[in-house]
C-alpha cells in the first residue's frame, strides 16, 4: 500500500513538470505561458517555437504519462492502484504543483497513459486523432472526438472496471480544459492545426 501511495504522488509530481515550458528554456524560446494562446502545450509552442520544438514538447509530454505507469505496472498490486498512478500523472500535466497549477490541456499525457496501459487503446485512439485531423484539419477537434471514443477501445480492449473508469475520467477532464475550444468549434472561430488556433 505504500509503495502505491508513493507512486500515485511521483506520478503527480512527474507530469508536473511542463515539457513546453522546459524546451522553449532549453531552446531560448518564449515561455509558451506569455505566448500566443498561453497554454503550455505541443500546439502552442509550434505556433511561435516551430516543428522542431513542438515534437520535442509534444514526446516530453507523452512520455510524462507512459514512464509512470509503466513503473507502477511492475510494483502496485491492483488495477485501481494502476489507474490512480496514470491520472496522478494527468493531474500533475493539467494542474502542475511546479508551476502554480497552471498546466497544459492533457492530450499526449493522455495518450502516453493510455498507450502504457493498454497499447491497443492508445495506438486506436491516436488513430483516429490522425484521421480526424487529416480530413478536418483541427487540433481541437481531433482530440476532442479521439478522449471521446477512448473509453469504448479500452472497454473493448481491457477487462478492467477500475482502467475504465479512469478513462472515463481523463476523457471529461480533456473535455473540460477544451471548453474555449468547443465554443469557438460552436461559433465557427477555430482556426486550422497550420494557422494561429485560438485557446488549443
Known amino acids: 500500500m505504500l509503495t502505491d501511495i508513493a507512486l500515485i504522488i511521483v506520478a503527480y509530481l512527474f507530469g508536473s513538470i511542463s515539457t513546453a515550458v522546459v524546451v522553449s528554456k532549453l531552446m531560448g524560446l518564449t515561455d509558451p505561458r506569455t505566448v500566443g494562446s498561453k497554454n503550455p502545450g505541443a500546439t502552442n509552442v509550434l505556433r511561435y517555437g516551430g516543428k522542431k520544438a513542438a515534437i520535442f514538447t509534444l514526446l516530453g509530454d507523452c512520455v510524462k504519462g507512459v514512464i509512470p505507469v509503466l513503473i507502477a505496472k511492475s510494483f502496485v498490486s491492483t488495477d485501481l492502484s494502476l489507474a490512480l498512478v496514470g491520472g496522478a500523472a494527468f493531474l500533475g500535466h493539467l494542474y502542475p504543483i511546479f508551476f502554480g497549477f497552471k ?20 495506438a486506436a485512439s491516436l488513430g483516429v486523432w490522425i484521421v480526424m485531423a487529416l480530413v478536418f484539419k483541427v487540433s481541437s477537434l481531433s482530440a476532442l472526438v479521439a478522449s ?51 485557446g488549443d
Open 148 to 198: 471521446a471514443v477512448s473509453p469504448v477501445f479500452m472497454w473493448y480492449f481491457v477487462d478492467s472496471q477500475e482502467l475504465l473508469w479512469m478513462n472515463i475520467v481523463i476523457s471529461i477532464l480533456l473535455v473540460w480544459r477544451h471548453r474555449s475550444n468547443i465554443r469557438n468549434l460552436v461559433s465557427g472561430a477555430e482556426d486550422k492545426i497550420s494557422g494561429p488556433q485560438k
Open 103 to 122: 498546466g497544459g490541456k492533457g492530450v499526449a499525457t493522455a495518450l502516453g497513459v493510455l498507450v502504457a496501459m493498454a497499447w491497443p487503446v492508445g
